[in-house]
């Protein structure tokens, strides 16, 4: 691990000035980036510690809208009302995450900025085998070794990495934008945008970007629209806590109100849906959203709508499962969304 300096920020403004020098990081909770200076993922010859701003701080409504600071910390997010109230698939991502020391610790604007699991591009320098995440132009090891935990969705041969964050998945779902500040000023990027797959960013000509964040912004915060519907987020993994996962759904219901006397099970009217660590970005499942309306609650009638969406998923030699697992996820997400589990 190499030395660095360390300052801390007075303001946003400051702390973005800061990051016009390519040697500077800024540091939120320090979970991610202080494993990727002893991994020697990255380095840096400056760490400007954000931890300090109050105006990155705090958990508010705001009109419609609610709103979270960048600082806003896993533990803090998932245990607010505001936030079990009108975000309830978000509470529920951020208190599956991690451990209880880490999510005292971890912001959430950092989480979505952490990177894959991949094994191969965790490892310890001097990195054993190429990775084209860690030395561009080196080759994907996992593609012809171990992939049975990445992506099913929009990899390429240069990388079939998922992007592993819980809480970016029900962002997504739930439409939340990003508040970005930068040497230009004040920017949105919708969640559902934010990351970008490896085909994603290869089409735009930079196959290793990960996320539509610019050099030298910094999240400021969240915004998501407050929703009356039902919500849920199911994530399956190998063991209860303290493990990522191997896919996750996030989704949101609403049902058509239910006639006096009507027996049954009720029907949808609008859902959203989004399926975690199958792709490089959370991935909203549209053309479900599109065919939901009307479909009744159930396991039988979900299955194949689901199905639907996802038939351009392509799995790996070693990860067909997800695709199963994905599809039941999803089912499982809508039927607790809507209460029906
Ligand atoms: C053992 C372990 C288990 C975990 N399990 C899970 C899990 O199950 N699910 C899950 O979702 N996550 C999990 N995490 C990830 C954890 O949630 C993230 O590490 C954490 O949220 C990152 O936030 P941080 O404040 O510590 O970021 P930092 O480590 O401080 O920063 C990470 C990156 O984000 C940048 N950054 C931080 N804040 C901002 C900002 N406001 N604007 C711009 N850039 C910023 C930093 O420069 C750095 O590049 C786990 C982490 C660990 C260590």
């Not at 540091?27 to 010859?45: K, P, Q, S």
């Not at 990445?150 to 939340?176: E, K, N, R």
């Not at 009356?228 to 209860?240: H, I, T």
Request: with cysteine; proline share 7%.
């Amino acid at each position: 691990m190499r030395d660095f300096a360390y300052a801390r920020a007075g303001t946003a403004e400051s702390a973005v000035g800061t990051l016009a020098d390519p040697g500077t990081s800024v540091i939120a909770g320090g979970t991610e980036l202080l494993n990727w200076f002893r991994l020697g993922i990255a380095a840096a010859d400056n760490v400007v510690d954000i931890g300090g701003l109050h105006e990155l701080r705090g958990i508010a409504s705001d009109g419609d809208d609610l709103r979270i600071g960048a600082l806003a910390t896993l533990n803090e997010i998932g245990e607010h009302p505001l936030v079990t109230q009108a975000a309830g698939a978000l509470a529920s991502a951020c208190l599956q995450a991690a451990s209880a020391q880490i999510r005292n610790r971890a912001t959430i604007g950092g989480n979505v900025l952490q990177r894959t699991r991949c094994p191969y591009f965790r490892a310890e320098e001097p990195l054993p085998w190429p990775c084209n995440k860690r030395d561009p132009g080196s080759g994907c090891t996992s593609l012809a070794g171990r992939h049975e935990r990445q992506a099913i969705f929009g990899w390429t041969q240069d990388c079939v990495a998922v992007q592993p964050s819980d809480p970016a998945v029900a962002l997504a779902m739930l439409d939340a934008q990003a508040d970005v500040l930068g040497p230009a000023g004040p920017r949105t990027i919708p969640m559902r945008e934010f990351h970008l797959t490896q085909r994603e960013a290869a089409d735009a000509g930079q196959p290793m970007r990960e996320t539509r964040l610019e050099p030298g912004e910094l999240i400021t915060g969240y915004r998501l629209p407050a929703s009356a519907d039902g919500q849920a987020y199911v994530k399956v993994r190998e063991r209860a806590s303290y493990e990522y996962a191997i896919v996750s759904a996030a989704a949101a219901v609403r049902l058509d109100p239910v006639l006096p006397g009507a027996c049954g099970a009720g029907r949808i009217a609008a859902a959203r849906v989004a399926l975690g660590s199958v792709a490089q970005r959370p991935w909203r499942l549209t053309l479900a959203e599109a065919e939901l309306p009307g479909t009744p609650l159930t396991r039988e009638a979900l299955i194949p709508v689901i199905e639907r969406a996802m038939a351009d998923a392509a799995p790996l030699p070693q990860n067909g499962f997800k695709v199963t697992m994905a599809r039941n996820a999803a089912v499982r997400a809508l039927l607790a969304a809507g209460g029906a589990s």
